[in-house]
């Protein structure tokens, strides 16, 4: 009698045991394919750029785009697997410790010690890595984009949850961590623009300028070579944007795919510099 007394709540505690372990793992499987399933459709998206005029170009902006959205996805659900099987499995644990009658309220005590510490010691790595989410989370930028984090300007080689790697232009590679980033300057999300301005001496024929410049814009945007592969919308002559006694300014613009606003910036200087010489009008230095 004394056996099945004893053996019956032991039975029972240990089936009840089992049934939380089989659960938590149930409910992590679960939430895994949810997160799963959840971060597939968050990878797959409509072509970026598809109101620019396509091509080769713009077909390989769509992939790097796509690539860096598959990333960023893949990234997010990694972290929130982990975060879900922490909560599931650490509430899994405690509910079985509770019910083997062990008492929890210590345990529970010295983990809040632990991570107040943790917390404190921690807290500017915990900055970065939540900056870090949040970056990834809204695409503020990516590989290969070229931005301006305060402390360094450059191409971004590499970001992790805690830091971004840049290298600028004179080869340096900077390691920015993200917690320190306060603002980014991102030059190749979406779309760039290129523009030139172009002075001229102060007596010079506004009418003649403007449409000698309106002619270059509309022999780049002609340019098969330029439309399909770097300049998605026809180039723009904004007239006059600076006045001066020694000179007028004139502003000429054209809206690009992602970093290709260097080349075409110095295509238009190649074409309105020729165009002038060949009108005549001579180009003024700007104080």
Do not use: C
Request: hydrophobic share 50%; aromatic share 6%; glycine share 8%.
């Amino acid at each position: 009698m004394f056996y099945n007394a004893w053996w019956s709540p032991l039975a029972a505690s240990a089936v009840v045991v089992v049934l939380i372990v089989l659960l938590a793992f149930v409910l992590r499987n679960i939430a895994h394919r949810v997160i799963t399933r959840v971060v597939n459709r968050a990878a797959t998206g409509g072509a970026i750029t598809s109101r620019f005029r396509k091509g080769a170009a713009t077909d390989g902006i769509d992939a790097l785009l796509h690539e860096r959205r598959k990333q960023r996805a893949e990234t997010m659900g990694s972290v929130l697997k982990h975060i879900a099987s922490i909560v599931i499995l650490g509430t899994a644990v405690l509910t079985v410790l509770d019910r083997l009658t062990i008492p929890i309220a210590p345990l529970l005590t010295s983990v809040g010690i632990l991570g107040v510490a943790i917390g404190f010691g921690a807290q500017e790595l915990v900055k970065d890595f939540i900056a870090g989410m949040f970056m990834l989370l809204e695409d503020q930028y990516g590989v290969g984009d070229v931005i301006d984090a305060g402390p360094a300007v450059g191409t971004v080689e590499a970001v992790t949850l805690r830091v971004t790697r840049l290298r600028d232009v004179d080869g340096r590679v900077w390691y920015v961590r993200n917690g320190t980033i306060t603002r980014v300057g991102n030059e190749s999300q979406g779309w760039s623009r290129a523009f030139m301005d172009v002075p001229v001496a102060y007596d010079a024929d506004v009418v003649s300028v403007r449409v000698l410049l309106e002619h270059v814009a509309e022999e780049t945007w002609a340019d098969p070579e330029l439309r399909e592969s770097k300049i998605v919308e026809p180039p723009q002559v904004f007239g006059v944007e600076q006045l001066s006694d020694s000179s007028l300014v004139f502003r000429i613009t054209a809206k690009t795919l992602p970093s290709a606003q260097a080349e075409v910036s110095r295509e238009l200087r190649l074409r309105v510099k020729t165009a002038l010489d060949n009108a005549g009008i001579p180009m003024v230095a700007t104080a």
